[in-house]
């Protein structure tokens, strides 16, 4: 009698991530990108949805991939969270998977820091490994500011140094 | 008014919230006109009236101890020794935030002010012997003219008590129940004394008087001792008084009922009494006023100010709900563009094509009707300013007592309308540049006379339109801001050097009264010199994208001008090109486009510069940095300006002009300020409207000898700067 989470899969680089599928709204092609200047490279820009203007954050980016190519099978996965939508470029996403609740592990310690404070946990279907996402912590404007600004320090004090 | 009693009780309670608001606004008013003409009898008769009404309405809605208060005060305005009493204007004042507070407590359900001091200071009032002509309220009355004591006799012993108690607001219904064809009843019920539940009993009786038509009243109020012995109801209906009474009399809980015809269903002989009575003892009052007490009865039948009249042709919204229409609006608006897109690319391709002048037609008719929608929906939020200004009166007297200070108020342009939204933001700002005008600006009255003015000073408050936005105005004639004094002191603080502080233009240094922590008083009072106010002012109408302005002169006054947008929602914008991005700035920051060689760009203390004609303006690259010195590249610089300065902007290509529904970025996700906001324009491209303070500000953040190419590439991104492969110390400079 264990509960079933149901979650989206998704491709980044190599591996394969899940968020719930109660957060998501739709995923949609990657249309034009407006680039918002300023911002952590990893956020790609504000795209409109269909009237409204939603953020769009780049998973390659933001998992540390240096060259994201634009590929044709990219997708933006649409994400609700906190009542505001947000965008996730992804390599592709393909897949709604059933875990049960007792076979998703909690993160080694090591995930607690760094770019990828935002994992929830391991989930195994079948002898594959999906990396379950926290919205809030992928979306969460501290993480974003820290990371920004610390990437902002970095390269003054490269520019600097020189 | 079929609802539950209790629901109808709660709408009731939000109506007189929002109403109690402007009997308390209208108070201070009136009593500051009292402080004025201290002995005015027509202002203390008006301030009862307010009071009166206030009384009333809190009372329908089971607000005790507001009522009684009310009742208290009344009371004391009704006896002329007090009503001349010198300290009247005083308690008013006193009354009125006391008023206020319980509101604010009855609405938010905490605890409700003490309010003993003030009834002791009434009671004062009341005891204060002047000319021991005390008469009591209900002695006088002159009975032909006014219509309460003749409703009195026609009405018989019971009911007379309380008869006088009707509010302007019961009237109001009375009469117009009257004039749709109903009887309006006055139904006393006394209760049975030996009733085991004279309250629940109550509710029986109000629930079989609703069954047969409106209830316009009901006295006692719920809480009262009273109530548990009689009720009495006004009610409009169609039913004979017979009826209304064999419906009332229930069994163990009504020991008798009496039924009276307050008012026949229309041409019935009575109906124009209520506006014969005010018509008669209007002009009656002054003649009466040196002999006579003024009546009681007179008070209650006048009606309050025009608020319960304006009532009837008024609509209280939500503003979420309006703002709901104004954003399908926006949407329609960009929908418009679509189309509009659609039909270009339409002609294009069928050039020969018949349908193209119907769709034509059809599109500028849309577009004007469009036109004409947005801007009534915008009229909706529009209100005018004196909304705000009437505020002032009361704070510019209490700020000008505690600075020990003589000071005239004078407003003008209050028909000015402005957005809801902003006209709410303003308040604030408003607020400390009038405190500031004050307490810095006017001098005390010994000093103004030794310099030869007059010992009030005189504050100005102004409001009007120009183009497309409206301009409030605070102006002083007080000392003036010692341009000098700000310099030493940005030096002192740190801010400049006292080079750069000599070479300052005026207007430069006076903007350092911005900066927050900046202040030149010499001492921090109660009101003012901390140095929080102006800081506060700039980052509201920054938020608002909107400017300040100060011009000053020592020793004539000072002027802050506000220049605010008409809307929040919709502006008009100039897009152009920057590395193949669209941007967008509001147009009214533009002044005018031109176009320069490479060559005319010059390289002053590591700043680029442009002379144009006369003036030398410091440019901003927004895209790439200057190319190695191809002079005959051409340019776009857009002349713009930000609080009060020029700036050129060298951007790389013009769009054109379009008006743009401001849609926000999630500011959560970026954290940057360059951008105050998005839009979606026709053909689906999302464009970002910039920020111009802020762009202006990351320039001029940078000390000079940081600069090197500073001023270019703010709107590159990393991507960008890989692409161009920049040097780092372009990159590090974001």
Known sequence: MSRELHIVGFQVGRETYGVPITSL????????????????????????????????????????????????????????????????????????????????????????????NCVTGLGKVSGRLIVLLDMSKLLAPASLVSKGESEDKKTAAKAGAR | ??????????????????????????????????????????????????????????????????????????????????????????????????????????????????????????????????????RGKKTAGKTAKSKEPAEKASLGKSSSKAADQWTEYERLAMSKAQASGQDVLHVVTKIDPHCAMPIAGRQLVHNAIGTMGPVIAVRPDAKSPAAAKFIEFVVATVQTPEQIAAKCKIPTIVEEVTVEVLLRASAAPQPAALEASTEINEPDTPAASDTAAPEQSAVATLPAGS???????????????????????????????????????????????????????????????????????????????????????????????QCGREVELSVSGQDTDLDKGILDAIAEPLTHLVRNAISHGIESPEERRKLGKPGQGIVRLNAYHQGNQVIVEVTDDGRGIDVAKIRTKAFELGLTTPEEASKMSELEALNFIFRPGFSTAEQVTEVSGRGVGMDVVQSVLHRLKASISVDTRLGQGTTFRLKLPLTLAIIKALLFWVEQRLYAIPLNAVLEIARTFEAEVHQVDNYEVLQLRNQVLPLLRLGRPAPERDVKTKLFVLIITVSEKKYGLIVDGLEGEEELVIKALDDQTFSTDLVSGASILGDGRVVLILNLPAVVEHVARLRPQEMGHANSGLLLTHTDRMRLALTPEVGGQV
Do not use: W
Request: a neutral charge; hydrophobic letters at 45%.
């Open chain 1, 25 to 116: 709204h739709e995923i949609v092609r990657v249309p034009e990108i407006t680039a918002v200047p300023d911002a952590p490279d990893y956020l790609e820009g504000v795209i409109n949805l269909r009237g409204k203007i939603v953020s769009v954050m780049d998973l390659r980016k933001r998992f540390g991939e240096k060259q994201a190519s634009v590929k044709r099978n990219n997708r933006i996965l649409v994400v609700e969270h906190a009542g505001r939508l947000a965008g996730l470029i992804v390599d592709s996403a393909s897949e709604v998977l059933k875990i049960p609740a007792d076979a998703v592990e909690a993160p080694p310690a090591v995930f607690q820091e760094g770019g990828l």
């Open chain 2, 1 to 134: 008014m079929t609802n539950s009693p209790d629901e109808r009780g709660a709408e009731l309670r939000e109506l007189f919230y929002e109403t109690s608001q402007e009997l308390v606004q209208a108070l201070n008013e009136e009593a500051l006109k009292l402080e004025k003409d201290p002995g005015d009898e027509e202002i203390v008769r008006s301030i009862r009236r307010t009071v009166h009404t206030l009384k009333g309405d809190s009372a329908a809605c089971g607000l005790r101890e507001l009522s009684e208060l009310a009742h208290q005060f009344e009371d004391a305005l009704s006896l002329e020794s007090a009503a001349s009493h010198a300290a009247v204007a005083e308690i008013a004042f006193a009354t009125a935030d006391i008023f206020s507070e319980m509101i604010a407590a009855y609405h938010s359900g905490t605890k409700l002010p003490a309010t003993k001091t003030l009834s002791k200071k009434i009671q004062e009032l009341t005891a204060a012997p002047k000319n021991g002509k005390t």
């Open chain 2, 307 to 401: 608020v319960p009249m304006q009532q009837e042709n008024l609509l209280r919204v939500e503003a979420g709900r309006i703002d709901n229409v104004l954003n399908l609006v926006g949407e329609l608006i960009i929908g418009k563009s679509m189309l509009q897109q659609a039909l270009n690319e339409f002609s294009k391709r069928f050039p020969k094509e018949a349908l193209r002048g119907k769709f034509a037609d059809a599109m500028a008719f849309q577009a004007r009707v469009l036109n004409d929608l947005q801007r009534s929906v915008m009229k909706i939020r529009m209100v005018p300013v004196d909304q705000l200004f009437r505020r002032f009166p009361r704070m510019v007297r209490d700020v000008a007592r």
